[in-house]
Structures are given as structure tokens and as C-alpha cells.
């Protein structure tokens, strides 16, 4: 489990029990993050009890989602603590975003060495590469569903009428992420997305 204290816009504390997160709340200035990583029911009981309005909370299902680079980024943009959960979302969301990205870069990369293998000086097994083609269309399209519906979850925390992120600072870097999450090819090759859209 990990936990901070934003007080003011600063980081003020960490690895606090989850117990002290409501205590921490009474005081306006203060913004708490925890994550729970594969929580017991009784964790997310407790969840229950401690939440606030003032607070981000993650929740893993595994340790496979790396909750460490994403304290990186907060760390890394500092400056910008002082806008709240509002920021603490954007560095999670900038995170994924990035992680998504990634993997375009390397469906690209192998949709490029399947179109230069029938080039090749040593032929390769026609079967084999159908068999490559078919598992790089197949993952592809699993990659597309999980990034479509981002721009819908981006689009929702923008509207103006669900009144989410109404930050004037962070605003423009949630509406520059709204183009990101669409850019997952079609096909394999079809990239274009850029590496952060945190900066």
C-alpha cells in the first residue's frame, strides 16, 4: 500500500496507515493519494469509511501496473501539485496513456519486419508468417479496445456539465490527452500518437 499527504500543493508526507487518511481530510488543504494493490475485501471496507472528496484513490489488481512511475511523474512535475487531485489524475492518466503508446511503437515495429520478411534474402515459411500476421492483427485489435473508449473517459472528466475538471491550469493538459488515446492504429503500422503529452 502507498499513501501521501498534499498539503498547500506540497508534498508533506508518505506511507501513512490508510486509517489516518479521514483525519487528514478535516484539514481543506490537504489532498490524500493511497493505492491498494490486490485489496482484501476488508482493505476495501475500509475504503468505504475513509473516503472523502478530497482524496485519489487506485486500486491494482496486480502489481503488473507499475504505481511507482507514476509517483515518478508527480514527482517529476512538482509544480503543479498545488491544482489537487486534478493533478494527480492527469500524471495517472498521462501514465497509461504513455504505457498505451508503447505498445503501438512495438506492434509498429514488428508490422514493419513482417512487410520486409518476403524481401529477405533467406525466404521464411509462408505459414509462419500468415501465423505471425494473424496474431499481430489479433493483438492489434485487443490494443484498440482497450484505448477507444480512454477518449470517453477523457471527454466525460471535460464536460462541462459534469463539472470534474474545472482546474483552468490542467484543463489544457486533459484536452490535449482527449487525441491521444484514438491514435492506436487501425491496422499495424498506423502510429502517431506523441511519447507525453504531460509537457
Not at 490508510?18 to 475504503?47: K, R, T
Amino acid at each position: 500500500m502507498h499513501t501521501r499527504l498534499y498539503r498547500n500543493g506540497v508534498l508533506e508526507k508518505e506511507g501513512f496507515p490508510l486509517e489516518a487518511v479521514s483525519d487528514y481530510l478535516e484539514d481543506p488543504d490537504n489532498v490524500v493519494w493511497f493505492d491498494l494493490c490486490s485489496p482484501a475485501p476488508a482493505d476495501l471496507g475500509m475504503i468505504g469509511e475513509e473516503l472523502g472528496l478530497h482524496e485519489l484513490v487506485t486500486v491494482r489488481e496486480s502489481d503488473h501496473f507499475d504505481i511507482t512511475d507514476v509517483v515518478r511523474r508527480w514527482d517529476a512535475n512538482a509544480r503543479l501539485a498545488g491544482q489537487g487531485v486534478s493533478f494527480l489524475l492527469h500524471g495517472l492518466l498521462d501514465y497509461i496513456v504513455d504505457t498505451h503508446f508503447d505498445l503501438v511503437q512495438d506492434l509498429d515495429g514488428k508490422a514493419e519486419a513482417l512487410e520486409e520478411a518476403p524481401f529477405e534474402d533467406e525466404v521464411r515459411d509462408g505459414r509462419q508468417l500468415q501465423r505471425e500476421m494473424y496474431v499481430l492483427r489479433k493483438n492489434t485489435a485487443r490494443l484498440r479496445k482497450i484505448t477507444i473508449p480512454m477518449r470517453e473517459v477523457l471527454g466525460t472528466l471535460r464536460r462541462h456539465d459534469q463539472e470534474l475538471i474545472t482546474d483552468a491550469v490542467m484543463a489544457p493538459y486533459y484536452d490535449t490527452a482527449r487525441t491521444c488515446p484514438t491514435r492506436a492504429p487501425a491496422r499495424p503500422g498506423g502510429s502517431g500518437c506523441p511519447r507525453s503529452w504531460w509537457r
